[in-house]
């Protein structure tokens, strides 16, 4: 059984910065992606980056280039997003999710499984 707990989520002021963590268990995630979605209220949900397990391939939505990192610990099972220059804009419930298909997607319908998720709020 697949599981994502989500961390890390907050209240943080325009500019400062969070680090979401995402720890996957259930199985051997060697070939999979990992995602981080977002969803603001009265929005649908929308892909803020993800990266390949093995060999670390990353892509990012337009809207975070520059300011967020996605990284993982191997040895941890972990990914993380490191949120960096926070605008209210970021407001949002986020998401980590795990899709077990050979490329690094960004539609949510691709991703198999998926965290719980935590509140993250940026005030102006």
């Known amino acids: 059984q697949v599981q994502l707990v989500e961390s890390g989520g907050g209240l943080v002021q325009a500019g400062g910065s969070l680090r979401l963590s995402c720890a996957a268990s259930?199985?051997?995630?060697?070939?999979?992606?990992m995602g981080w979605f977002r969803q603001a209220p009265g929005k649908e949900r929308e892909f803020v980056a993800a990266i390949k397990w093995s060999g670390g391939r990353t892509t990012y939505a337009d809207s975070v280039k520059g300011r967020f990192t996605i990284s993982r610990d191997n040895a941890k099972n972990t990914v993380y997003l490191q949120m960096d220059s926070l605008k209210p804009e970021d407001t949002a419930v986020y998401y980590c999710?795990?899709?077990?298909?050979?490329?690094?997607?960004?539609?949510?319908?691709?991703?198999?499984?998926w965290g719980q998720g935590t509140q993250v709020t940026v005030s102006s």
């Open positions: 999710a795990a899709d077990r298909s050979v490329g690094v997607a960004q539609g949510p319908t691709a991703y198999d499984y």
């Open positions: 259930g199985r051997t995630f060697s070939n999979w992606s």
